[in-house]
């Protein structure tokens, strides 16, 4: 398969962690704050299949609220692969967030198929941790503030057996994976599409003190749309 993740060596399984994102021509990663209006139905069958070969996919809050994400579904399409590979019938979600600033209301935490996960920092507010589990998800600490530490996020996640990680960003996301050195590849989707506008790139923050180089793994086309993917070297 075109996007299998990397088989895993001798010993204990590692950790791998890729990401899915899209791009205007002129960089912008959304379009009135959503990446679907620059997206194409190629794209978004790219998205499906990504989510179904990973165990869980890591998402940060401002995304969950901005795209108003809902649990992943199973495919009965991906049913037997992920039976064989050991995995359950969807992937779990891992929502990023020092606040905690959530709608425990929401499908994702009430009614997903495989309990959703928030990572935070070990100095989170009590009560909106207590709010969290108390909606049915899981917290796992990943940081030692309020915050979460990116290597702690992928170690903790290891620890609970997922090694086949999937980030959706986004932007302020993906870029402290990015600083943090514990991005492993990045599939980009090239829309053909020009915004201008002040909308944010598909990572932001502080840059890096030198910058991370890649290689390219595959290059698709369709309708003007590139489906790209690039590992780290």
């Given at each position: 398969?075109?996007?299998?993740?990397?088989?895993?060596?001798?010993?204990?399984?590692?950790?791998?962690?890729?990401?899915?994102?899209?791009?205007?021509?002129?960089?912008?990663?959304q379009h009135d704050g959503r990446s679907q209006p620059i997206s194409?139905?190629?794209?978004?069958?790219?998205?499906?299949?990504?989510?179904?070969?990973?165990?869980?996919?890591?998402?940060?809050?401002?995304?969950?609220?901005?795209?108003?994400?809902?649990?992943?579904?199973?495919?009965?399409?991906?049913?037997?692969?992920?039976?064989?590979?050991?995995?359950?019938?969807?992937?779990?979600?891992?929502?990023?967030?020092?606040?905690?600033?959530?709608?425990?209301?929401?499908?994702?935490?009430?009614s997903p198929s495989v309990p959703t996960l928030v990572l935070t920092?070990?100095?989170?507010?009590?009560?909106?941790?207590?709010?969290?589990?108390?909606?049915?998800?899981?917290?796992?600490?990943?940081?030692?503030?309020?915050?979460?530490?990116?290597?702690r996020v992928v170690q903790a996640l290891a620890e609970l057996g997922?090694?086949?990680?999937?980030?959706?960003?986004?932007?302020?996301?993906?870029?402290?994976?990015?600083?943090?050195?514990?991005?492993?590849?990045?599939?980009?989707?090239?829309?053909?599409?020009?915004?201008?506008?002040?909308?944010?790139?598909?990572?932001?923050?502080?840059?890096?003190?030198?910058?991370?180089?890649?290689?390219?793994?595959?290059?698709?086309?369709?309708?003007?749309?590139?489906?790209?993917?690039?590992?780290?070297?």
């Amino acid at each position: 398969m075109a996007y299998a993740y990397p088989a895993p060596g001798p010993g204990e399984p590692q950790p791998w962690l890729r990401a899915n994102m899209v791009s205007t021509l002129d960089g912008a990663a959304q379009h009135d704050g959503r990446s679907q209006p620059i997206s194409t139905a190629t794209d978004m069958r790219i998205f499906g299949t990504l989510r179904a070969l990973a165990d869980v996919v890591i998402v940060g809050a401002e995304t969950v609220r901005q795209e108003g994400y809902r649990p992943a579904r199973a495919r009965a399409e991906f049913a037997g692969a992920r039976e064989a590979a050991g995995q359950g019938p969807a992937p779990a979600i891992a929502v990023i967030s020092a606040s905690l600033d959530l709608d425990f209301g929401l499908p994702l935490f009430t009614s997903p198929s495989v309990p959703t996960l928030v990572l935070t920092g070990a100095a989170a507010a009590p009560d909106r941790m207590a709010a969290a589990e108390k909606a049915g998800a899981r917290v796992v600490i990943a940081g030692d503030g309020v915050g979460v530490d990116p290597v702690r996020v992928v170690q903790a996640l290891a620890e609970l057996g997922h090694t086949r990680l999937l980030t959706e960003g986004g932007p302020r996301l993906l870029g402290q994976l990015v600083a943090s050195g514990v991005l492993d590849e990045l599939c980009l989707t090239i829309s053909p599409m020009l915004t201008a506008g002040d909308a944010q790139r598909i990572a932001g923050g502080p840059s890096v003190a030198v910058p991370k180089r890649f290689e390219l793994v595959s290059l698709l086309e369709e309708e003007g749309f590139l489906f790209s993917r690039y590992r780290r070297t």
